[in-house]
């Protein structure tokens, strides 16, 4: 057997079969099981590496072909894999709290498993083919039958697909680049290209104006999976073009850039968070924000900056996953997630709440939570750099900051008589959400055996 077929092709066909069941407890508890499984199979099993249990002893290969096209996953990509199924699981098992299992497990599993095929396959241009292809896969996802899709489900599916022939034939410029270092003009054509394609791809400044809306038109549970997804895996893929090529990443303009933009991203969205009054969109602008923390760390162009891009993977799955089923279980209470309608939440569903307020504490970078240690790296890495810079980007973390505490200010004022509502299991999982919160916070080391190793698999950055 080889890796590809187990973590790519499995899930695949997991999700396949999982279309013809109709029950939303057998549903979730099948892809929150397979992901879970998956993940300890990925942490356990080496890759490419003999392993030998007593008198038996197998190999699990790292590559299959096919259709001439190699998927290959590495050694370093075991740690990636756990993390990536690991999360996922907790997004299927909560899914059966909201009676969305029918929605997300099928069409999670191919998402996750086309996401990874992105990240395995070989040439790596064909990975934009592939996250085209979970972008169109997540509409019936997101869409309810019979339902027309909104104008943000329109404009997420057309800025992904601009940015799929922008990036192949950025490619095609940057094999031209390979066979002729010193053509400036060529080289400049495919950088600008290429920057384009990832700006349509990631949703930087001005081009995410579709994640707030969509927020508004779908749910927010199965958008929270996706603008958790979707950017991580986008973001390896665009990793992978900077490690292949040396003047992308040797190039102090580009990682000005990316830095400048991620600065951008992250002080655009935290002002406008400060100011809204709808609990999906400020998911939202904590989702763009997050993309925006992820670009500032690349754009340092050091090995310390790649080791914050992934340390960012944990936090930021575990406070999207807690922030998508507090904010649903409130919505499914409420007329509607705006600041009107959930007046004194706090008193009807106190863990919900609370578990919404954590989150975007923890985006915000509050001390005790999850975000709080990647967030003093960025601020100490760009103080070094500049003051300014810094500065700006505590403007964005004091916008974030604002628009929590107006969330809390709102779902505690005084309505109802104390009344807890949730389900035991959803208190249950935004529980152990919220404490993995603090533990993360409290112990950021804790997550080092899953995230040391991830940046063995761009050898050439920060170097």
């Known amino acids: 057997m080889s890796a590809p077929l187990l973590w790519i092709f499995l899930p695949l066909s997991i999700g396949a079969a999982s279309l013809l069941i109709r029950r939303e407890r057998s549903l979730s508890m099948i892809g929150g099981v397979s992901a879970a499984?998956?993940?300890?199979?990925?942490?356990?099993?080496?890759?490419?590496?003999?392993?030998?249990?007593?008198?038996?002893?197998?190999?699990?290969?790292?590559?299959?072909?096919?259709?001439?096209?190699?998927?290959?996953?590495?050694?370093?990509?075991?740690?990636?894999?756990?993390?990536?199924?690991?999360?996922?699981?907790?997004?299927?098992?909560?899914?059966?709290?909201?009676?969305?299992?029918?929605?997300?497990?099928p069409m999670g599993l191919a998402i996750l498993a086309l996401l990874v095929a992105a990240i395995a396959v070989r040439p790596f241009l064909f990975a934009s083919v592939f996250i085209e292809i979970a972008v169109l896969l997540s509409v019936p996802m997101l869409v309810a039958p019979f339902q027309k899709p909104g104008r943000g489900i329109l404009r997420y599916v057309a800025f992904q697909t601009i940015a799929v022939p922008l990036i192949l034939f950025a490619g095609w410029l940057l094999s031209g680049v390979e066979t002729s270092p010193g053509d400036v003009e060529l080289t400049?054509?495919?950088?600008?290209?290429?920057?384009?394609?990832?700006?349509?791809?990631?949703?930087?400044?001005?081009?995410?104006?579709?994640?707030?809306?969509?927020?508004?038109?779908?749910?927010?549970?199965?958008?929270?999976?996706?603008?958790?997804v979707l950017p991580q895996t986008t973001a390896l893929f665009a990793i992978g073009f900077l490690d292949r090529y040396p003047f992308l990443r040797l190039s102090a303009d580009l990682m000005t850039l990316l830095r400048d933009a991620g600065l951008l991203m992250a002080v655009t969205a935290g002002l406008w968070a400060a100011f809204q009054r709808h609990l999906g969109r400020l998911m939202a602008y904590a989702a763009i924000a997050e993309t925006g923390f992820l670009l500032i760390a690349l754009g340092l162009g050091t090995s310390e900056g790649i080791q914050l891009a992934f340390m960012q993977i944990i936090p930021r799955g575990l406070g999207l996953t807690v922030w998508a089923l507090s904010l649903s279980v409130i919505q499914a209470r409420a007329a509607s997630p705006r600041f009107v309608d959930v007046q004194g939440a706090a008193r009807a569903l106190p863990i919900a709440s609370a578990g919404i307020a954590l989150a975007h504490l923890s985006a915000a970078g509050l001390p005790l939570l999850a975000g709080f240690p990647i967030r003093m790296a960025l601020l100490e890495s760009l103080s070094r750099e500049s003051i300014g810079l810094a500065i700006w980007l505590l403007v964005?973390?004091?916008?974030?900051?604002?628009g929590a505490v107006r969330t809390l200010a709102v779902i505690v004022l005084p309505s109802e008589k104390w009344d807890q509502r949730e389900t035991y299991f959803q208190a249950i999982l935004i529980g152990l959400g919220v404490l993995a919160l603090f533990i993360l916070g409290l112990f950021p080391q804790a997550a080092n055996f899953l995230t040391t190793d991830l940046p063995a698999l761009f050898q050439n950055l920060g170097q």
Do not use: C, N
């Open 188 to 228: 400049a054509a495919a950088t600008a290209i290429l920057a384009l394609g990832f700006a349509f791809l990631l949703a930087i400044f001005p081009l995410y104006t579709w994640i707030p809306m969509l927020t508004e038109e779908a749910h927010p549970y199965l958008v929270g999976f996706l603008l958790w």
């Open 396 to 402: 964005g973390l004091l916008g974030l900051m604002t």
């Open 37 to 105: 499984m998956l993940s300890v199979l990925a942490f356990v099993i080496p890759i490419d590496e003999a392993l030998s249990i007593g008198s038996f002893s197998f190999k699990l290969a790292g590559s299959v072909i096919i259709l001439g096209r190699s998927l290959t996953l590495q050694p370093a990509h075991g740690s990636l894999l756990a993390i990536l199924y690991g999360l996922a699981a907790m997004w299927f098992f909560g899914a059966q709290t909201l009676g969305l299992a029918r929605r997300l497990v």
